[in-house]
């Protein structure tokens, strides 16, 4: 079994800066992908960024040049740094990991979320 556990979320001031972490444990062999999600309030689950195995990178639009996803592999972490954050980036944030895993097949695993909060 794998677990993943994020941290980092809170309540930030517009044009503040928090760091996000997602720690994988467990029977991990490798990690394909990982992702960062949000959902707000009444809206559905999207794609913030992503970070392959070779470490290329894709971001949403709107957060491209602000946010930066990047990955200990000897840790099994991912980390998302969310700068210049903007009211509409509120939402609560999920981490996502597609495991290969040590025996049976890859899948994913996904975090409990943590909520990040912008006031103006």
């Known amino acids: 079994q794998v677990q993943l556990v994020e941290s980092g979320g809170g309540l930030v001031q517009a044009g503040g800066s928090l760091k996000l972490s997602c720690a994988a444990s467990?029977?991990?062999?490798?990690?394909?992908?990982w992702g960062w999600y949000r959902q707000a309030p009444g809206k559905q689950r999207e794609l913030v960024a992503a970070?392959?195995?070779?470490?290329?990178?894709n971001y949403l639009d709107s957060v491209e040049g602000r946010f930066t996803i990047s990955k200990d592999n000897a840790k099994n972490t991912v980390f998302l740094q969310m700068n210049s954050l903007k009211r509409e980036d509120t939402a609560v944030y999920y981490c996502?990991?597609?495991?290969?895993?040590?025996?049976?097949?890859?899948?994913?695993?996904w975090g409990q979320g943590t909520q990040v909060t912008v006031s103006s």
């Open positions: 996502n990991a597609n495991v290969i895993p040590t025996v049976g097949p890859r899948r994913h695993y």
């Open positions: 467990g029977s991990i062999f490798s990690i394909d992908v």
């Open positions: 970070i392959a195995n070779a470490g290329t990178t």
